[in-house]
């Protein structure tokens, strides 16, 4: 390289290094101390020594538990195949779900005067003048278990086919099973079994379809008092009877509206055979019992609960032989129209109760048990109802009090005759009663009932009886 190439290159080097021009020098490196270094080394030697010992004591735990366990397995007894197992006490289908139910009950029932079929079935009085009461005119006491219940609740898969409807059932019993004309077919320890419900049920989003037995259509609300024969022949309709059912709820409003339809099996609740000829007269008309109910549900002024009105009638037909016919009658048509009501007045205070009118009502529990004139052959015409107001004052106690009436038109019933005293006809059966109810908690319930019946007849004195009625009930 030319001398002057080589000054000129070594004088760029020397300016480009020169401090100065836009440029400050770099600090110098900190020196790095051997002793800190080496004082790092023996740190991490320590940790890796004591890693490796942690390691080497849990694989010799581990060898250690190996050992135990295969001398463990050397001397345990073959194995012993278990045997069948015993079946639970409620077994259902896969896929499906049952729920046991019920309660026990025992009830001590307690009469001024003598009712109709006893102290079992207080429909209605007997007249001081009836035979069945000649000469007594005290009443009676007795203490019977028979409302003890047990039912089972069943839940099926949904029903692919029909839409995914939701299948479910219901099963339930008691042991209630009296003959009126016998006051009782069995002692109060002797009881035996009765059907109250069993039915199927397909549920969609709006509408359900029943089949099977269970309540009326009509009629839906109950009486607080009385529980034998709530109310019935004294102005409450209604009771259970095979049918099938479709309801529709579509929303309406705040709330939602039901129209229902029924078709039920005609006589079979009273089971009257005028001609005695071992049919049923409602059978022998050959046409079934039909119901409807319109009803609306809304959201009431109490927070939290809802009211509802209901319209609904009830048709019906039966039939006698034409050689039994009644004053030339051998066809009849049962009838009635009717309305419910269920209203919160408060948060504690319930008003509640029905209104209905018809003819020939023995087999929805109307016209105080009477169908036709059995001398003109005429059906019997009657109104009747009944409502009740409900106060609960806290969890545990309820007081309500109400009425009941069933009013069969006078020129309609069967007169007294002087021979027919056991048939003659009831011109008015109405009650007033008082019930508290005590929830003791763990399904322990507590009530003590008091109801006035008075019932009037066609020829014969009326009959009037107090009745004390105090139950407890069991749950579960």
């Known amino acids: 390289m030319p001398r002057t190439a080589l000054i ?34 023996e740190e991490l030697a320590r940790l890796q020594r004591e890693a490796e010992e ?211 099996s005609p006589g079979a609740v009273d089971s009257q055979d005028l001609d005695a000829d071992q049919v049923v007269d ?10 409807a109910r319109v009803a609306l549900n809304q959201p009431s002024w109490v927070a939290g609960q809802t009211w509802e009105a209901g319209l609904w009638g009830h048709s019906g037909q039966f039939r006698i032989d034409r050689n039994k016919a009644v004053s030339g009658h051998r066809s009849f048509n049962s009838q009635a129209l009717g309305i419910d009501l269920r209203l919160p007045l408060t948060k504690k205070l319930l008003l509640q109760g029905e209104g209905w009118f018809g003819k020939a009502l023995a087999d929805v529990r109307g016209g105080v048990g009477q169908n036709i004139n059995t001398i003109t052959g005429e059906e019997v015409h009657s109104h009747g109802g009944w409502a009740e107001l409900l106060y609960q004052f806290n969890e545990i106690y309820t007081l309500g009090g109400g009425f009941t009436i069933d009013d069969p038109k006078n020129e309609d019933v069967t007169p007294f005759t002087g021979a027919n005293q056991t048939a003659v006809g009831r011109t008015l059966n109405r009650s007033y009663y008082v019930v508290n109810r005590l929830n003791l908690g763990s399904g322990l319930t507590v009530g003590i009932d008091w109801m006035l019946f008075h019932t009037q007849f066609r020829g014969l004195d009326p009959g009037t009886n107090n009745r004390w009625n105090i139950w407890l009930r069991h749950a579960f």
């Open 8 to 41: 000129g290159t070594l004088a760029l080097v020397l300016l480009s290094t020169t401090p100065g021009f836009g440029q400050q020098p770099s600090p110098p490196a900190a020196p790095v101390l051997p002793a800190e270094v080496q004082a790092l080394r």
């Open 54 to 264: 942690r390691q080497k004591q849990q694989e010799e735990r581990i060898r250690a538990l190996e050992r135990q366990v295969q001398a463990l397995q050397k001397r345990a007894p073959a194995p012993i195949s278990p045997g069948p197992s015993e079946p639970g006490p409620v077994t259902v289908r896969p896929g499906f779900k049952a729920r046991l139910y019920g309660f026990a009950r025992a009830d001590v029932d307690v009469d001024s005067r003598r009712m109709f079929a006893g102290p079992h079935l207080p429909f209605w009085v007997l007249s001081p003048q009836d035979p069945r009461a000649a000469n007594r005119t005290d009443g009676d006491f007795s203490i019977h278990p028979r409302l003890t219940r047990l039912g089972l609740d069943t839940e099926a898969p949904p029903v692919g086919i029909l839409g995914d409807a939701k299948l479910t059932g219901k099963l339930e019993i008691d042991f209630f099973n009296i003959l009126p004309d016998r006051n009782s077919a069995t002692s109060n320890s002797r009881a035996f079994v009765r059907m109250r419900h069993g039915y199927g049920r397909l549920d969609w989003q709006r509408a359900h379809f029943l089949f099977g037995q269970t309540w009326d259509l009509i009629s839906p609300l109950f009486p607080m008092a009385n529980d034998d024969v709530v109310m019935w022949t004294a102005g409450n309709l209604g009771d259970r009877r095979p049918q099938l059912r479709f309801v529709w709820e579509p929303t309406a409003g705040k709330g939602k509206a039901s129209l229902g339809v029924m078709v039920g």
């Open 282 to 291: 409602g059978e022998e008309s050959r046409r079934p019992t039909l119901q």
